[in-house]
C-alpha cells in the first residue's frame, strides 16, 4: 500500500517530536506523575474488587471504571520497563524508565487524536477548514502542555470521543 504524506501528516509529526522533546525526564513534572504511577500500581497488583479501596497512598484510584481499565493496561506495559514502579508501597518512585514510561506514554497515546483528526478531515484536507480543524486540535498548546507536563490522557480522550463522530455521514 503506497500512502502519500501530505500537510497533515508532516504537522502530526512535528507534533509527536516536540512531545518526545517534553519526555526529557528531568523535565518538570507535577504531583499527578505519583498518582499515576500509583495508579498503575493499584491496578497491576490488586484484584479488581480492591482498586477502589487501597489507601497506601494520598493518590487513591478515583477516576471511572475505563480509565482505571486504561491504567491497568499500561501498567501490563509498565512491567516491561521498570518493575519496581509496579510496587504499591513504592511511593515517590521516579526511576529515569518510569518517567519516560509516563512521558511517552501519554505521547504515544495522543497519536489517537491524530489518526481521528486525519480520519475527521480527510474529505476537506486541502481546504482552509480542513487546515484549521486539524491545526487547532493537534497544536493545541494547551493540550500538548497539561498532557506532557502533568500526565494526563486527554489527547487519547478527545481522539476516542472524536473517531465515531468521523463515521457519521454527511
Not at 486541502?126 to 500538548?144: E, H, Q, R, Y
Amino acid at each position: 500500500m503506497y500512502v502519500v504524506f501530505d500537510w497533515r501528516h508532516r504537522l502530526a509529526l512535528a507534533v509527536f517530536c516536540l512531545q518526545l522533546m517534553l519526555a526529557h525526564p528531568n523535565t518538570y513534572r507535577s504531583t499527578d506523575f505519583e498518582v499515576h504511577r500509583n495508579w498503575l500500581a493499584i491496578t497491576y497488583q490488586l484484584p479488581i474488587s480492591k482498586w477502589y479501596y487501597e489507601a497506601t497512598s494520598e493518590w487513591t484510584l478515583d477516576y471511572p471504571p475505563l480509565f482505571a481499565w486504561f491504567e491497568c493496561a499500561m501498567a501490563q506495559a509498565a512491567h516491561y520497563c521498570d518493575r519496581k514502579m509496579l510496587g504499591i508501597s513504592n511511593l515517590e518512585y521516579d526511576s529515569t524508565a518510569t518517567v519516560l514510561f509516563q512521558r511517552l506514554s501519554v505521547s504515544v497515546t495522543g497519536l489517537v487524536l491524530v489518526a481521528a483528526m486525519l480520519h475527521a478531515t480527510r474529505q476537506n484536507k486541502d481546504s482552509p477548514a480542513g487546515l484549521t480543524a486539524f491545526f487547532l486540535a493537534v497544536c493545541n498548546a494547551g493540550l500538548i502542555m497539561v498532557d506532557n507536563v502533568h500526565f494526563q490522557y486527554n489527547g487519547i480522550l478527545l481522539g476516542t470521543c472524536l473517531q465515531p463522530h468521523t463515521f457519521i455521514p454527511r
